[in-house]
């Protein structure tokens, strides 16, 4: 079955105190990865798509990499204004056409001043 | 601006009552889709639809309905078979599928409740 897990559930930062959230992923043919970042009572915001191992994406400070078994999103030098839940999807499954998207449940990220 | 509005954002049920969550996308996209998002869960998919006049069930399709008349609107409703409707509902939508894998937007959410 596929599978999406986020881990921690939870993470508090310093301001400037960087750190990574991780998304580890069984699926049977990986098609993209997917990362968003939700606030508080908003639909997701789509932040980066990865599509295969080794590839890399920047954005400000958040980066995020992928593997054949898991991606991590790097926080650099975080902000409070970086404070969020940030969720992780994959596409999965080789035929059938479809751009179904299975989600993590994700990381609740809170940056302190 | 380009964009997927959802409306409204907030609406209360009565038990036995259906309800339908309003849709509208201006993003040229043909596929939409509904996600159920409860606490301490992944988002859910609910329906989703790549082409006008079709869709397909998703993970927990039961006790909604929906339909696609037109490409830019995909109307959800929330029937009385639905015995936990209290939620965050997300409407979204993207470009037809390619093997590589296509990004999918999300709107801004409704909150259902039941009273």
């Known amino acids: 079955e596929d599978q999406v897990t986020q881990s921690p559930e939870a993470l508090r930062l310093q301001e400037g105190e960087s750190s990574s959230l991780n998304c580890s992923y069984t699926?049977?043919?990986?098609?993209?990865l997917f990362w968003y970042r939700q606030d508080p009572g908003k639909g997701p915001e789509f932040l980066f798509t990865?599509?295969?191992a080794g590839e890399e994406k920047e954005k400000e400070r958040l980066k995020a990499t992928l593997t054949k078994k898991e991606s991590f999103l790097h926080i650099t030098a975080p902000k409070p204004e970086d404070s969020a839940t940030y969720l992780c999807?994959?596409?999965?499954?080789?035929?059938?056409?479809?751009?179904?998207?299975?989600f993590g449940t994700g990381t609740l990220l809170a940056v302190q001043p | 601006d380009g964009g997927i509005t959802q409306s409204p954002k907030y609406l209360f049920r009565k038990e036995g009552q259906n309800v339908t969550l309003s849709c509208e996308q201006n993003?040229?996209?043909?596929?939409m889709y509904w996600y159920r998002q409860d606490p301490g869960q992944g988002l859910r998919l609910i329906y989703y639809?790549?082409?006008?006049?079709?869709?397909q069930k998703g993970d927990i399709a039961e006790g909604y309905s929906v339909s696609r008349e037109k490409k830019e609107s995909f109307p959800l409703t929330v029937t009385s078979a639905q015995k936990n409707p209290t939620a965050f509902y997300l409407c979204?939508?993207?470009?037809?599928?390619?093997?590589?894998?296509?990004?999918?937007?999300f709107g801004e959410g409704s909150w259902l409740t039941v009273v």
């Open positions: 979204a939508s993207s470009p037809l599928f390619r093997r590589a894998g296509n990004t999918i937007y």
């Open positions: 699926v049977s043919g990986l098609r993209g």
């Open positions: 990865l599509y295969s």
């Open positions: 999807a994959v596409q999965a499954g080789y035929g059938g056409a479809t751009n179904k998207l299975i």
């Open positions: 993003l040229n996209h043909d596929a």
């Open positions: 639809s790549q082409i006008v006049n079709d869709f």
